[in-house]
């Protein structure tokens, strides 16, 4: 029984470390498509978005930090 138990809480770690993994890839990829869009209309707004994103990254939260650079890009597209 408690050897299920501590199976079950490692396979839950390891598979956020996974995630957690590809999250960051993720976050990666959207700040580099952010500023490729700032090339062709820098604002202010553009960089505050940036910033929020990149903020949210350096704490370590990726998910977060992929939708405010996913929203900074889309406005930064209009």
Known sequence: MKISLVL????LVFAS???????RREC???L???KAAFSTSYTTQNHH?????KDAKDQGDYKQ???LAKKARERAER
């Open 8 to 11: 079950m809480v490692l396979s």
């Open 17 to 23: 470390q996974v995630f957690a993994k590809d999250d």
């Open 28 to 30: 990666k990829a959207e």
């Open 32 to 34: 580099v498509k952010l």
């Open 49 to 53: 978005g940036y910033r929020r994103a």
């Open 65 to 67: 930090c992929v939708g």
